[in-house]
């Protein structure tokens, strides 16, 4: 009988399966690593060698692998029944959720729409905004704002209001047209500001953009306190309180992709909270079922679902329909997720943890080659540079952020840096040591990538 390895497997998986946001010749060098099992924070291939899955499987999981209050909802769900369509009909995983999730989110978030991924809900915010201007008579309003360096997922409507030239530059002539407005990202502030000054000065040019096409624009949509894909660039909550102010003023929407940053990230279940703010959109994915099910919902505000209700001659009623909708075991896990946050100080814990980590990359601000050690709650990002006194990058066709990956990955750790930005997201039962390692391993990838 032959045995499973990484190797068999590997060569399998390079006859057919083509990776997301792999060149997949790559591959040639590394071969893509199968994961046999994986337990709270760590990963197990098939030679039974294990990685720290530091970045949660890209963002994804909260609580650890195989948590066994997620696992035992899905299989609670499973005899009953796994999905229905939730057009004409309805369930109560679905139902039991939204019920939760308008009682925790931001006031005045009173309707749930559900799709199926990030990039998805992204799609839907972004036609429901639209058909509500339409709705309200007011056709000009379509035009959506964005912030330089923001991603907001990768389908072409989603991808149109991001802003990273590496997944957009290609596909840049089948993208509708918006309005990029300079990111307060506070890598970019003046010696000796802080951040909220920084960030107060840059909502000039948000302010200056809203007064002067306010009546062609549909919505603003930014990321809030952290553009994670556009290298985990950081900003104050001002910044939102003054977009919430705007955006009422000039009647615009304000769209919140907390896709990546909810669920605890930032220190507060959602990023919003810190700028005492409710969005007109809510954008929530990823954290939304632990990491265990493809699942996302939108959640809006009672005027905005009433612009959409009337008789069906009217023809108002809201055109978005994914298959997997709602599915009934995605919703199981989602509130099994949940249940794990009303269980217990999650919050609380993940402060020291914070703190821990804070303590940890302190030291990093006076290495050679680190031009910035930033963090937000539970996402910690340090960025290296070539020159430390000019801030020059390395340029990116040296990949030194790949020399970095592998040797995290012969260290047992798996960082996965965005160009010169390695970053730590990990699920919130990682421990203090295994932060230490996590950051002690980032050091030496460091010390390696910029030799
Ligand atoms: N918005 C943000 C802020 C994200 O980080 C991501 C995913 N990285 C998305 C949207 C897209 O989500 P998905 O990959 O599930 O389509």
């Not at 907390?258 to 919003?272: D, H, S, W, Y």
């Not at 012969?410 to 040591?433: D, H, K, Q, S």
């Amino acid at each position: 009988m032959s045995t499973v390895t990484n190797s068999s497997l590997a060569t399998r998986d390079l006859q057919h399966v083509w990776h997301p946001c792999t060149q997949m010749k790559d591959h040639e060098q590394q071969p893509p690593i199968p994961v046999r099992r994986a337990q709270g924070v760590w990963l197990e291939d098939f030679d039974g060698r294990r990685y720290l899955d530091a970045i949660s499987s890209w963002w994804v999981n909260l609580f650890g692998h195989a948590h066994p209050r997620i696992n035992s909802a899905i299989t609670a769900q499973l005899p009953q029944f796994e999905h229905v369509m939730l057009a004409g009909f309805t369930h109560e995983p679905a139902i039991a959720l939204a019920e939760e999730l308008v009682r925790i989110t931001p006031p005045g978030l009173t309707r749930c729409f559900y799709a199926d991924s990030g990039s998805a809900a992204i799609e839907v915010a972004l036609k429901m905004s639209f058909h509500y201007w339409q709705n309200q008579g007011q056709p000009r309003k379509r035009v959506f704002v964005t912030l330089s360096n923001s991603y907001h997922g990768e389908t072409l409507g989603a991808l149109a209001v991001g802003n990273v030239d590496l997944y957009k530059g290609t596909y840049a002539p089948l993208l509708m047209d918006v309005l990029t407005v300079p990111s307060p990202d506070c890598y970019g502030r003046e010696p000796g500001e802080s951040w909220a000054e920084h960030t107060r000065r840059k909502f000039s040019l948000m302010q200056t953009a809203l007064e002067r096409y306010a009546e062609d624009i549909a919505a603003v949509i930014v990321e809030p306190l952290v553009q994670c894909a556009g290298g985990m660039r950081m900003y104050d909550p001002v910044y939102l309180s003054m977009l919430r102010a705007a955006c009422d003023r000039y009647g615009v929407h304000l769209i919140a992709d907390e896709i990546a940053v909810g669920f605890g990230r930032t220190g507060t279940m959602f990023a919003c909270e810190q700028a005492r703010i409710s969005p007109d959109f809510l954008c929530l994915s990823k954290g939304l079922t632990g990491g265990y099910l493809p699942l996302s919902v939108v959640l809006t505000k009672e005027s905005i679902y009433e612009a959409f209700y009337a008789e069906f001659i009217a023809q108002r009623a809201f055109l978005h329909s994914h298959s997997y909708t709602g599915n009934a075991l995605g919703c199981a896990a989602a509130r099994a997720t949940l249940g794990i946050f009303f269980n217990g100080p999650v919050l609380e814990t993940n402060e020291r943890l914070a703190a821990h980590m804070t303590q940890r990359l302190a030291p990093l601000v006076d290495h050679p080659h680190v031009s910035d050690v930033r963090q937000t709650g539970m996402i910690g990002a340090i960025e290296f540079v070539r020159d430390k006194a000019t801030r020059e990058p390395f340029p990116w066709q040296e990949r030194r952020g790949q020399i970095l990956y592998r040797h995290a990955l012969e260290r047992g750790v798996l960082l996965r840096p965005i160009g010169n930005v390695v970053y730590f997201m990990p699920p919130y039962v990682i421990t203090p040591a295994e932060i230490d390692l996590m950051i002690e391993v980032a050091v030496q990838g460091i010390d390696r990538a910029c030799a």
